[in-house]
């Protein structure tokens, strides 16, 4: 019996009930997506993990059997970038990329994280209580982050979040995804032509000096690839922060810590990302050749959804999966952010900014609360994402 996919949260911290079960039930679950597309979905960690790794696999949304379901990657034109390609190509893309997000990297880029967290507190502390921590302190880090390490102007951040916005909802139509994709392409355009001859020290400029200028790449691919890197970039750390945030204030030992002046360790980063998992929609593939999972078979040309909040919450990998413990063992073999060829690019730069602002923000503001009860109406519904649209705070 086909299941509908995505099963709809009961509890907004949550991944949804049925994951548990299907989990429980087999290692392939068929599913129905909204388009009426079938799938098999994955919920189980060992399977998630080893076929995130396995290249018969393919991200390529525009392969017949492909499990669209409105995702933003699968919208032109960032459908052409490195994360919706395979093999060669893939790992061409991602190597120009890789560097400015190696360890070397964000270790140099964290004073700038360190005084842009600090920054966007003092600034949310002058100004109106009660306050939204979404729009006054979640995306001004991030935006400025990303802004910061890609090169591009703070000043489009209003304009390139709302156009994510757009992509990564669900409820909004092909063709106007498809405008938002051309959109935040154009805004970036003139910006990459005119690093090609007055570079700067960003990712941007490298690009276009060392890869588009030697005939590596091409102004299009730049311009495409940098669109994905911006727009993923920015949104899922805010994301993760004002999530961090509510489960931060929500245990009053950890909060007094860091209040305190007490850091948020790796452990403690990772655990934040398995619990929230906010890849929600999970992640897409093709089958290219049959492939053998727990049994049963998955045949060339059928869709697969790998559900990375499901094998996050698997207790078969992570003991009591459903409480945050924010001293778990094992919280680094999460698959957040995917595993394999494809892992996210930005992994260390996510971890770092969450280690950073966490902290900063409560020790700015250490008496930072809720300023209402948060329900399932401050969480967002139908995105690519998952998160809070507000998270109204006092202090």
């Not at 396995?54 to 960032?78: C, I, K, M, N, W």
């Not at 979040?161 to 935040?184: F, N, P, S, W, Y």
Request: with cysteine; hydrophobic share 40%.
């Amino acid at each position: 019996m086909l299941r509908p996919y995505p099963a709809p949260r009961t509890e907004p911290l949550r991944p949804p009930p049925q994951y548990a079960r299907w989990r429980a039930e087999g290692p392939l679950t068929p599913v129905v997506l909204p388009s009426g597309a079938t799938a098999w979905l994955v919920t189980r960690y060992e399977d998630v993990r080893r076929l995130l790794r396995d290249p018969r696999l393919s991200s390529d949304s525009a392969r017949e059997g492909y499990p669209r379901f409105g995702a933003a990657v699968e919208t032109e034109p960032l459908n052409r970038t490195f994360i919706g390609s395979d093999g060669p190509p893939h790992a061409r893309l991602r190597r120009m990329i890789a560097a400015e997000f190696s360890v070397a990297a964000v270790r140099r880029t964290r004073p700038t994280i360190d005084a842009i967290a600090d920054g966007c507190a003092d600034r949310m502390g002058r100004g109106p209580r009660p306050t939204d921590l979404v729009s006054a302190y979640a995306l001004p880090v991030s935006s400025r982050v990303v802004c910061h390490v890609l090169g591009v102007p703070y000043d489009l951040h209003e304009q390139f979040e709302h156009l994510t916005e757009v992509l990564t909802d669900g409820r909004r139509d092909d063709e106007e995804k498809r405008r938002a994709g051309v959109a935040i392409t154009d805004l970036l355009r003139d910006l990459v032509r005119d690093r090609a001859t007055n570079p700067r020290d960003d990712l941007v400029s490298r690009l276009m000096t060392e890869h588009v200028a030697t005939g590596g790449l091409t102004e299009r691919e730049a311009v495409d690839n940098v669109a994905l890197l911006l727009g993923a970039g920015h949104d899922t750390s805010a994301s993760m922060l004002a999530l961090g945030a509510l489960s931060l204030l929500g245990d009053e030992r950890e909060r007094h810590r860091l209040a305190a002046g007490g850091e948020l360790d790796r452990t403690a980063v990772d655990e934040l990302l398995r619990f929230h998992s906010i890849i929600q929609l999970g992640v897409a593939r093709v089958a290219t050749a049959d492939v053998a999972v727990g049994g049963r078979v998955i045949r060339r040309g059928e869709g697969v959804v790998l559900s990375l909040p499901a094998a996050n919450h698997d207790p078969a990998r992570f003991a009591g999966p459903d409480a945050l413990d924010l001293r778990r063992d094992n919280a680094h073999q999460h698959v957040a952010f995917g595993f394999g060829a494809h892992h996210c690019v930005g992994h260390l730069l996510a971890r770092e900014t969450l280690a950073s602002a966490l902290p900063r923000l409560l020790r700015r503001l250490p008496g930072l609360c809720p300023a209402v009860p948060v329900t399932g109406r401050h969480f967002k519904e139908s995105m690519d994402f998952h998160g809070l649209r507000t998270f109204p705070v006092t202090w």
